[in-house]
């Protein structure tokens, strides 16, 4: 059974800073396309960001640029560093992984790619 937990989220106003952080096992780390969803009341869910085993990341074109995505092995963490955000930015984010059956080199940003997923924390953007 793959855990993954959601740590951080909150309120901030515009133009501000925040970061998440997702909590996995080691095996999911190394094995696993972690990835960042998003959701926001009335939406469906959307690919936020994603990486794979070698540690290259995919993007969703509204937050490039403002948006990180790291892995930290040493730690089984997955972070996302949120910078300038927007109001359209809110929403319940969920921490994400593949399956891990293989080595995931892929890239997507579909949450139909993705088998476990955490619990979710909501982030607020407003002033």
């Known amino acids: 059974q793959v855990q993954l937990e959601e740590i951080g989220g909150g309120s901030v106003p515009p133009g501000r800073s925040m970061i998440l952080s997702c909590k996995a096992t080691a095996y999911t780390v190394r094995a696993a396309c972690l990835g960042w969803f998003r959701q926001a009341p009335g939406k469906e869910r959307e690919g936020v960001a994603m990486i794979d085993v070698e540690y290259r990341p995919t993007y969703a074109d509204f937050v490039r640029g403002r948006f990180t995505i790291r892995k930290e092995s040493q730690d089984n963490t997955l972070d996302l560093r949120m910078s300038s955000l927007e109001p359209e930015d809110a929403g319940m984010y969920f921490c994400?992984?593949?399956?891990?059956?293989?080595?995931?080199?892929?890239?997507?940003?579909?949450?139909?790619?993705?088998?476990?997923w955490g619990q979710g924390t909501q982030v607020t953007v407003s002033s």
């Open positions: 994400a992984a593949s399956s891990g059956r293989r080595p995931c080199t892929w890239s997507s940003l579909s949450p139909s790619d993705f088998t476990y």
